[in-house]
C-alpha cells in the first residue's frame, strides 16, 4: 500500500487495494496480507488489523493477515484482543504475521529502542501463545508486568491461528521453527542465489533449534506482474521500478540490472500469462487453478 507515483493518494492506494482484495477472494487465492510501516510512503497501512478487519466485509472466503505486525511497538494485550475481533468478524479467517520491525525512524518516533526489539518481540511472543493457549496470562517480564488477565474474546473456537514469522535474527527463526510457524523470507526483486541465501539461514537457525530441515516451513515473498503479452511483462515492471527508485532516497544503492525484468513462466494453453518481476502493495498465495 504504498505511495509510488506522482499523484497519487492515500484514497486512491486504498481504493486500489480493496479492488485487489476483492478480486483476489473472486480468483480463489487463499490468503491476503496487509504489511504494518509507520511514517513513509512505504506504506499507508499503520494498523494491518483495521484494513484486515475492512477488507473481512468485502470477501467471504479468502484468509486475511497481517504480514506483519512489528510486534515490538505494541501493547501486546491490544494486539491479542483485536486479533481475536478480527477472527470473530471475518468468520474464522484470521491468519498472523509477526515480526521485529527493521525501519529505525519507526522505532524513534514511536519511541521504542531498536536495541531491545528481539528481547521485546520475544516477551510479546510468550503472551499471544498464553493467551491462545489459555485465554488468560500472567507475567512479570522485563518490560511488561501483567497480573492475572482473562481475554473475553480470543479466535474462534479456542483454535491457534496459523502463525507466519518474519526476521533475519537466528534466533528468533529457531524459535519459529520449533513453534511450527512458517518463517517468512524476502528476496524480492533479487535472482535465484538471494532467496536460496536466505533458505540456508533459516535452514542453519533452525537446525541450531534442533529442527531438521524437511520440518522447516518456508514462505517466500516474490514479487510478481501478470499479463497475457509478454513484451509487457518486461516494459511495465521495469518502468513501475524505475518510478518507485527516482522516488527512493537508497536509488543509488541499486545497479541497472535491477531494473529488469525476468519472465518466469512461458504462456501455453494451460498456463498463458506471463509473470515478471513487479512492486506489489500486498501479496497473495494462490491456489493453482486452470480455470484462473
Known sequence: MALNHKGETPASVMATTKQAVAQADRLGFDVTWFAEHHFSAFSICASPQMMAMHCAGLTSRIKLGPGVLVLPLHEPLRIIEEL????????????????????????????????????????????????????????DGKFRQVPPTRFSIGPVGGRRPELFVATHDPRVAGRAAREGAVIFTSPGYRALPEALAQRDFVWRAAAEAGVAAPGVKLGVQRYVFVTEHPATARQEPARAWCISCAACAACATFTPRATACICTASPSPENPMWIGCWT??????????RND
Open 280 to 289: 506489489t502493495p500486498w501479496w497473495a498465495t494462490p491456489r493453482p487453478s
Open 84 to 139: 481475536g475481533m478480527l477472527d470473530h468478524a471475518s468468520d474464522g479467517r484470521l491468519v498472523v504475521g509477526i515480526g521485529t520491525g527493521h525501519q529505525p525512524r519507526e522505532f524513534r518516533s514511536l519511541g521504542v529502542s531498536m536495541d531491545e526489539r528481539h528481547d521485546r518481540f520475544m516477551e510479546n511472543w510468550d503472551m499471544l501463545n498464553a493467551a491462545w493457549r489459555d485465554g488468560r496470562l500472567a507475567i
